[in-house]
């Protein structure tokens, strides 16, 4: 039987896709990684008990590494949670020629990322996403992080995994909450880069996706694309951050005032509602364009509803964007369903004015 795999390169990175990933990283352990000395794996709980088991079965080399399992959850994509891991890999002699093995979601890849990274100045990592945003977004292209109190990827480096492999099969451990955060990511890679795609998506329910293959390929193809051209995120990288200005002012309010917070996904898509609305008045986007993208969005997330009160808080939230240029909220804005422009500068009240809009939205009337 053919290796059912594709092999991409972004940024550096090899990025194994596809049924036989991980059979390429049992190969890659006794062969380009078996020098390392040392093998950490990064879990959190859910990927310990849901995807460890998957792994060993297939790679049983894994057993050997020193397992570091953490809080899930995004609250714990924090300094407190590295120095924990930084901890236990010191404790169990890692160091330069060590290997972290991230297994989880854009948590585990953003923080093992990172932690791995600035450990004796850099030790080798590489990622194996379970969850469709870490497949399609987290995990390739060489951001790592972690949030500073509740401000998202506030401290962290571009550093690229030595590999990525993506095995989609772990999508079937995921509950739909955790599918749908990752969905958003992918009508996002449709909506800034390739229409064609947009319109695959919205010809059916995301229910209806049983093989999710073609797809992750696609979205993975679009942000390669535009990582191998601008890794630095000098400027055309910034595309893929439509949605996110005020979907990153979305999560971090949902993580101070809400007991269970919104998924980075949910998030997104409610930024993406409103920064359509300013795409709409600034950018060129057409009524059309606009109303179709808010009625698909609307068919798959529930509309997050916040106060009028809140607009202050999200505004001020925006001022910690690293987006920002000398003081300015800087958007990436769609022309037109798959055409994006980076670079926007948006004034405070255009963003209070898409939020007032999203307050007052009901479903039915945008
Ligand atoms: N998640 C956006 C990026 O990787 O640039």
Redesign the pocket.
């Known amino acids: 039987m053919a290796k059912k795999i594709k092999i991409l390169n972004i940024a550096g990175s090899p990025v194994y896709i596809g049924q036989s990933a991980l059979e390429e990283l049992r190969y890659n352990l006794n062969t380009i990684f078996a020098s390392k000395e040392t093998f950490f794996i990064l879990v959190d709980e859910n990927t310990d008990k849901h995807c460890y088991p998957q792994l060993v079965a297939i790679v049983p080399q894994i057993e050997k590494a020193y397992k570091i399992v953490v809080p899930s959850g995004e609250e714990n994509k924090t300094l407190t949670t590295c120095e924990q891991v930084w901890n236990q890999m010191a404790v169990a002699g890692a160091n330069r020629k060590s290997l972290l093995i991230n297994l989880g979601g854009g948590m585990i890849s953003d923080l093992g990322g990172f932690a791995a990274s600035v450990y004796h100045r850099g030790m080798q990592y590489v990622n194996i996403p379970t969850s469709l945003m870490s497949m399609i ?2 995990s390739i ?1 060489g ?1 790592t992080g972690v949030d500073l109190y509740s401000l998202k990827n506030q401290i962290g480096l571009f550093a690229p995994p030595a590999a990525v492999y993506i095995w989609p099969s772990f999508l079937a451990t995921l509950p739909h909450r955790q599918l749908l955060s990752g969905y958003a990511e992918m009508m996002k890679h449709a909506l800034i880069a390739d229409a064609d795609f947009w319109r695959k998506l919205i010809s059916m329910p995301m229910a209806v996706i049983s093989n999710w293959d073609d797809y992750i390929l696609e979205a993975i193809r679009i ?1 390669s694309d535009i ?1 191998n051209r601008d890794p630095y ?1 000098e400027g055309e ?1 910034r595309l ?2 439509f949605g996110h200005t005020l979907g990153h002012a979305f999560e971090t309010y949902s993580l101070r005032n809400d007991k269970s917070a919104i998924t980075h996904g949910e998030a997104v898509a409610m930024g993406m509602i409103c920064e359509a609305y300013i795409s709409y008045r600034v950018a060129g986007l057409s009524h059309t364009g606009r109303d179709e993208l808010v009625k698909h969005l609307l068919l798959n997330f529930n509309h997050y509803k916040i106060p009028v009160e809140a607009i202050d808080e999200l505004v001020e939230i925006t001022n910690y964007d690293k987006k920002n240029r000398k003081g300015h909220a800087m958007m990436t804005l769609l022309r037109d369903i798959g055409q994006a422009v980076e670079g926007q500068q948006i004034e405070p009240a255009m963003i209070r004015e898409s939020l007032f809009r999203y307050t007052n939205f009901s479903e039915s009337a945008q």
């Open positions: 977004d987290a292209g951001k942000k990582v995120e990288r893929l951050n």
